[in-house]
């Protein structure tokens, strides 16, 4: 019953490094999803893939780039971190339109 | 473009109050519209969903019904627990095919004993 699983759960980062969020599902589903937390503004999406092979922006995308490794697995990169990019990243998976079923998150902290 | 408003909180209840987190919807064709629950601490999970007008979603107690008229998705439960505190986020499907969501900004419930 792992679901989505995404590692890390937290992460502290200089301006300028980089790093890369990994995400995984066992749920056979086609379409997987980065999105992005921040206070009051609720979940805005970073990236897509509508299924393996593809990948499209979602309505934040710059500073980030993602690879859909295979059917699975779907990461998130971050070249050259930002402050202005501090904030909790979650993966999630679906079956087109279909509900999401997400991870449990990564903290993220810019210094 | 389609978008989803959702009432400020933080909502504040005593135990087993009535409570109502309302939600309503701009969209230029039919969404579906879903109603998510995250706990401290963890990824959202779905509570309750509807794919059409006059559709009731519901789960553990929780309600909302589709309402095309009013374009709205109001979350309802009769009697809350100190265990339902948490962020709920409206959410509705993409329109243009993309299966992208349009999530609500979160309502945060406090429920006290």
């Known amino acids: 019953n792992a679901g989505v699983t995404q590692t890390p759960k937290f992460q502290v980062l200089k301006t300028g490094q980089s790093m890369t969020l990994q995400c995984a599902q066992d749920?056979?589903?086609?379409?997987m999803y980065w999105y992005r937390q921040d206070p009051g503004m609720g979940l805005r999406l970073i990236y897509y893939?509508?299924?393996?092979?593809?990948?499209d922006k979602g309505e934040v995308p710059n500073g980030y780039n993602v690879s859909r490794l295979n059917k699975r697995e779907f990461s998130l990169r971050l070249e050259s971190a930002a402050p202005s990019q501090t904030s909790v990243y979650f993966c999630?998976?679906?079956?087109?339109?279909?509900?999401?079923?997400f991870g449990s998150g990564t903290r993220l902290t810019v210094v | 473009g389609d978008s989803v408003t959702q009432m400020e909180g933080p909502v504040t209840l005593s135990e087993e109050a009535f409570l109502t987190i309302n939600c309503t919807y701009t969209?230029?064709?039919?969404?579906?519209l879903f109603w998510y629950v995250q706990y401290p601490g963890e990824g959202l999970q779905l509570l309750l969903k509807?794919?059409?007008?006059?559709d009731k979603g519901s789960n553990k107690g929780f309600e909302a019904t589709y309402r095309k008229e009013t374009t709205s998705f109001h979350l309802e439960k009769g009697s809350v627990q100190v265990s339902d505190s948490a962020v709920y986020f409206c959410?509705?499907?993409?329109?243009?095919?993309?299966?992208?969501?349009?999530f609500g900004t979160g309502t945060r419930l406090k429920v006290l004993a």
């Open positions: 959410a509705l499907s993409d329109t243009s095919g993309t299966y992208k969501y349009i």
């Open positions: 999630a998976s679906s079956e087109q339109d279909r509900a999401r079923a």
């Open positions: 969209a230029t064709g039919y969404p579906s």
């Open positions: 509807a794919t059409k007008a006059d």
């Open positions: 749920m056979n589903h086609n379409s």
């Open positions: 893939s509508a299924s393996e092979g593809t990948t």
